[in-house]
């Protein structure tokens, strides 16, 4: 059965870090690209952005412009796990951050997985 659990979220001050860890299990995570997503509901952004990849057994990522330069994306594959290192938030990154599996774009701004997460909140405020 495959799972992604995230955690690591919380409120954090405008310029500030933080670092999301989505456990995975009932899968190699070595085998395939990985993704980190957001979802900011009742703001007119209910769609899941897009907000890092990372490639299968390397550890190369791509991000959305959005994030790009303050975002990294990582894997341990040896722990089944991926990361989001979160630098210079700001508030508009407020949302809930989701883990994801076997993801693909369905529209701007909105993109759909087979395997994903719960969730954990980021809350981006002074």
């Known amino acids: 059965q495959v799972q992604l659990v995230e955690s690591g979220g919380g409120l954090v001050q405008p310029g500030g870090s933080l670092r999301l860890s989505c456990a995975t299990s009932?899968?190699?995570?070595?085998?395939?690209?990985m993704f980190w997503l957001r979802q900011t509901p009742g703001l007119g952004r209910e769609g899941l952005e897009w907000v890092a990849s990372i490639k299968d057994r390397r550890n190369e990522a791509l991000y959305s412009g959005s994030v790009s330069g303050r975002f990294t994306m990582s894997r341990d594959d040896a722990k089944n796990t991926v990361y989001l290192q979160m630098d210079n938030l700001r508030p508009e990154d407020t949302a809930v951050y989701f883990c994801a599996r076997d993801c693909q774009s369905i529209g701007p701004d909105n993109s759909r997985c087979t395997y994903r997460g719960r969730g954990t909140q980021v809350t981006v405020s002074a």
């Open positions: 009932g899968f190699a995570s070595s085998d395939y690209w």
